[in-house]
């Protein structure tokens, strides 16, 4: 566990001195705030949840921008090579690669502390179980979808194409939602397990399904061993 917290605070560290990463920050917040603000001033609807929709949306299109570098990066400038020849574990590079993004992250979502100010000073009957589990179910499926970035830089050496890959994986679980309607009625009750919305919603209302915790915990990990067994049968084949 020191090993992976070591990685990621260095990557962690890292990101936060990039220009790149600053960058999606910064736009990640405005365009985040701008909807807010809309909600707000345009239509007089000050709430959480429809900020916390709005953000999950943004996690398809600026997570896998966070995430597209950790693992591309590495193999394009050969430091994955050498971090297989030194006493580390693979997993411990995947999974403090996880916590690094993770802990972006976090850094991301404390700034709903603002809205959430404004809704307690001029709001009435804000339920504030509702904000704290709406705030952990966009933090979990944040968590997945950065595995699913960390996965899909894990493929390819370049950056764009890891974007790309990551972008349509996550896109998929996002979309499904809304491709229900077009299902036939015998398959859409399993199909609707698939959406990162189907899952997000209790935890939205204020409801806490185990079996939600438990999709989003099960995401992260496939993708994250997935991203592991791929580096790994990489260097097997480099050995031979």
């Not at 990101?15 to 707000?40: E, Q």
């Not at 595995?147 to 499904?176: D, H, K, M, R």
């Not at 079996?211 to 993708?223: N, S, Y």
Request: net charge positive.
């Amino acid at each position: 566990m020191k090993t992976i917290w070591t990685i990621a605070k260095k990557e962690y560290q890292l990101a936060m001195r990039s220009i790149t990463s600053n960058i999606v920050f910064v736009l990640f917040l405005i365009i985040s705030g701008s909807g807010f603000g809309s909600s707000v001033f345009k239509i007089g609807l000050a709430e959480l949840r429809g900020l916390y929709g709005f953000q999950h949306m943004l996690f398809v299109f600026f997570i896998p921008a966070i995430t597209m570098g950790s693992v591309a990066r590495e193999r394009q400038g050969g430091t994955i090579e050498l971090l297989s020849t030194l006493p580390i574990r693979l997993s411990h590079v995947i999974w403090g690669k996880v916590l690094a993004s993770a802990l972006q992250l976090m850094t991301l979502l404390v700034f709903n502390i603002i809205p959430l100010a404004i809704i307690l000073v001029f709001g009435q009957g804000v339920d504030i179980g509702a904000v704290i589990l709406g705030f952990i179910g966009l933090f979990l499926a944040g968590c997945s979808y950065i595995a699913i970035g960390i996965f899909a830089s894990s493929l390819p050496s370049n950056q764009v194409l890891a974007f790309i890959i990551a972008f349509l994986i996550s896109g998929f679980f996002y979309i499904t939602r809304y491709l229900l309607i077009l299902m036939p009625l015998s398959i859409v009750s399993y199909a609707q397990y698939f959406s990162f919305e189907y899952h997000l919603s209790g935890f939205m209302k204020g409801v806490l399904d185990i079996r939600d915790l438990l999709f989003f915990v099960g995401i992260t990990m496939i993708f994250s061993l997935l991203a592991e067994f791929n580096l790994q049968s990489r260097n097997l084949m480099q050995e031979r």
